[in-house]
């Protein structure tokens, strides 16, 4: 029987864009935990997702603090750790990385050892603006791995990437390859991909998004991860998705672009070994604002809600559980 999906979601108001942080009101974290218990509903535990941006080593001691204060709170929390270092320091990063593993790893779901490598030049939102990143990536990967083995964590390790038209152009899988070899591959729990298929990128239809969905999984499992020594046993899992509303983007498409990106997951999660799909994000940075960035929350910024919300409570319910016998 194929498992059902697990779902997770990033539950403040930010997003990261190629001009800086996009944020507005403070997060209020009782209407946070509320929506996040309404979305779960009497289903497995909805994984939080949270990022911390390691800037060098000076960052070490700070970064560790606010890891151990995420997991104080008792959630199953995807950890993503940035790397956003301007010196490469390479060595310290994994000395992070580990640290962060051994300290946390049976209190956090999972561990994110970079985000979004592979794309360059948005230095306030990916880490593959920064030196060194792709040794940081493999690096860490392999420390995290010891780290959990020597420490009996239990968190899984993994990476996330945008997708790519034209690997060929970064280099990037080629060099993943060249640098982790058979070991990178057998340090990985999961292999994660952030998608937004119909927002970066050019306009597509309802009837298109199923086609664009298969084409993004299919061509990282088939071409970038086989490229790069990961075998098909490790498992996909979609890190983020979304879909902003605004001017051109009314709220009652996000319910449906958001319903059918998940349709298709689910539906595709067998043959391609998806397991996890996370939402990006549940409530607006700032709904005042017309910017894209400001407007991915399936709540708005007052935590009123959007159509999407309720949409995705049925969805999660419906898709989250195991078929009947």
């Known amino acids: 029987m194929v498992e059902p999906l697990s ?3 990033f539950p ?44 060098g080593p000076g960052s070490t001691e700070a970064m560790l603090r606010q890891v151990g204060e995420y997991a104080a709170f008792g959630l199953p929390w995807d950890m993503v750790l940035c ?3 301007s010196s ?3 060595a310290e990063w994994v000395s992070f990385v580990s640290a962060v593993v051994a300290g946390h790893g049976h209190e956090l779901a999972a561990v994110q050892v970079t985000g979004e490598p592979n794309l360059a030049g948005m230095r306030f939102a990916a880490d593959g603006a920064y030196p060194a990143v792709r040794e940081a990536l493999v690096s860490g990967v392999l420390g995290a791995a010891a780290a959990k083995r020597e420490s009996g964590a239990t968190a899984a390790i993994g990476f996330a990437v ?8 970064s280099g990037f899988w080629a060099a993943v390859r060249d640098l982790g070899g058979s070991d990178f591959a057998a340090a990985l729990d ?9 927002v970066f990128g050019p306009r597509l239809g309802l009837d298109q998004l199923p086609a664009a969905v298969d084409w993004v999984l299919r061509t990282y499992r088939e071409r970038d991860l086989a490229g ?14 979304g879909w902003p509303t ?30 996890h799909w996370e939402l990006f994000t549940l409530r607006d940075a700032d709904s005042s604002k017309d910017g894209l960035f400001y407007n991915f929350g399936i709540l708005r910024d007052d935590y009123s809600r959007k159509p999407a919300f309720d949409r995705l409570c049925a969805l999660i319910a419906e898709l989250g559980r195991p078929p009947a016998p």
């Open 162 to 169: 945008a997708p790519e038209v034209d690997p060929a152009a």
């Open 246 to 275: 605004g001017p051109d983007r009314p709220a009652r498409a996000q319910a449906d672009v958001l319903e059918t990106t998940l349709r298709t997951v689910h539906g595709l999660r067998a043959e391609l070994n998806v397991t």
């Open 190 to 198: 999961y292999a994660g991909i952030d998608m937004y298929p119909d």
């Open 7 to 9: 779902f997770g979601i």
């Open 88 to 90: 490469g320091s390479i």
């Open 12 to 55: 403040l108001g930010l997003a990261g864009s190629a001009d800086g942080v996009a944020s507005g009101p403070p997060d209020d974290f009782e209407q946070v935990a509320a929506a996040a218990a309404e979305l779960q509903g009497d289903g497995p535990p909805i994984m939080p997702r949270m990022y911390v941006n390691w800037t």
């Open 83 to 85: 790397y956003r270092d």
């Open 228 to 241: 790069a020594g990961i075998p098909a046993t490790v498992p996909i899992r979609i890190c983020e998705n």
